[in-house]
C-alpha cells in the first residue's frame, strides 16, 4: 500500500456523494415580468395596485385571510400602503399582483421569495387570496404561471412551499397542487405573538413535466360544465397522467393528498 504524506495508508474507496448534478451552471436570477392565462394576468406588484387589492381584501369580512400571515389585516388603506411601499415593492420577496382578467382588478398577490439560483432553489409565499379569487379557476392558473416560470424560464431545481403547520388550508392546497410535504421544522418563528411551527413543502424539475400536463388538462375548457363546476380534479389528473408516464417522467413521491379547488 501506498503511504500518503501525513504517514496514513492511502485506501482505494468508493463514497457516495448523491447524483451528479451534470452541467450544472445555475438559474436565472428572477426578473420582474408580467405572466398572462386565460383567467389572471400576475404583474409585478405597484402602488397603483393598493386600492384595487385592499377593495378585493375587504370583501372577507372575518378576515379570515390575514390569520396565518404575519401582516393584516389593516385598519385602513393608509397602513395598507404603507405595509406595500415598504415591505412588497423589492426583489426579495418579489411581489405580484393578481389580476382577474374579466374584470381587470386586482383580487389576490403572491411572491416569489428567498432565491438561491447556484442551487436552483426558490420560495413562493405571501399567497393572499381575496375571496374573489378563492375556488375559481384563476386561483389555480396563478400558481401555474409562477410554477411555470420557475422551471421553464428560470431553470430551478427546486420549488418550496411553506406554512404554518396549523394552516389546514395552505396544507391541502399544496397538496393539490403537486407540492410533496417534506416535515416540519418546529418552533421556527413567532407570529403575531404565538408560536409557529413551519410544514416544508416541495416538487422538484424533475416532478414539472406531470405537474404541467395536469395543470393544462385541469385548466382546459372542457374539464368544467356550463356552471363552472369541474369535471375531474386536479389532483387525480395528475395522477393517472403519473401512472403513464415512463419512468423517467414519473413524479417521484407519492402526493397523496385531499383533491380540493380550493385557494391557496
Known amino acids: ?4 504524506g501525513s504517514g496514513r495508508t492511502a485506501r482505494s474507496r468508493v463514497v457516495d ?21 386565460h383567467h389572471c394576468r400576475l404583474e409585478p406588484l405597484r402602488m397603483d395596485h393598493a386600492a384595487g387589492l385592499y377593495a378585493a381584501f375587504g370583501t372577507d369580512r372575518d378576515d379570515v385571510i390575514w390569520d396565518y400571515l404575519p401582516y ?10 404603507a405595509f406595500l411601499d415598504a415591505s412588497c415593492l423589492g ?67 427546486r420549488y418550496e412551499w411553506k406554512c404554518n403547520n396549523l394552516n389546514a388550508r ?18 421556527a418563528a ?3 405573538g404565538h408560536n409557529r411551527d413551519t410544514a416544508w413543502f416541495s ?19 372542457d374539464n368544467f360544465d356550463a356552471e363552472g363546476r369541474q369535471r375531474r380534479g386536479l389532483a387525480d389528473i395528475r395522477h393517472s397522467l403519473d401512472a403513464d408516464m415512463p419512468g423517467p417522467f414519473k413524479s417521484g413521491p407519492s402526493k397523496s393528498g385531499p383533491s380540493k379547488s380550493g385557494p391557496s
Open 170 to 187: 395552505s396544507k391541502a392546497a399544496a397538496i393539490r397542487l403537486g407540492f410533496s410535504r417534506e416535515g416540519l421544522f418546529r418552533q
Open 91 to 157: 426583489v426579495d420577496p418579489m411581489f405580484h399582483t393578481i389580476i382577474d382578467l374579466a374584470s381587470d382588478r386586482p383580487v389576490g398577490m403572491a411572491s416569489y421569495l428567498r432565491p438561491d439560483p447556484a442551487n436552483g432553489v426558490i420560495e413562493v409565499g405571501h399567497i393572499n387570496f381575496s375571496p374573489l379569487m378563492q375556488r375559481r379557476p384563476m386561483a389555480t392558473e396563478s400558481m401555474y404561471l409562477m410554477m411555470r416560470r420557475v422551471f421553464v424560464d428560470w431553470g430551478y431545481r
Open 1 to 4: 500500500m501506498a503511504m500518503g
Open 203 to 221: 416538487i422538484l424539475d424533475s416532478e414539472w413535466p406531470v405537474a404541467a400536463a395536469a395543470f393544462e388538462a385541469w385548466l382546459a375548457p
Open 190 to 192: 413567532v407570529v403575531k
Open 17 to 37: 456523494l448523491g447524483q451528479p448534478v451534470a452541467g450544472w451552471t445555475g438559474a436565472a436570477a428572477p426578473v420582474r415580468h408580467v405572466m398572462i392565462g
Open 72 to 81: 393584516g389585516p389593516f385598519d385602513d388603506i393608509t397602513a395598507f400602503e
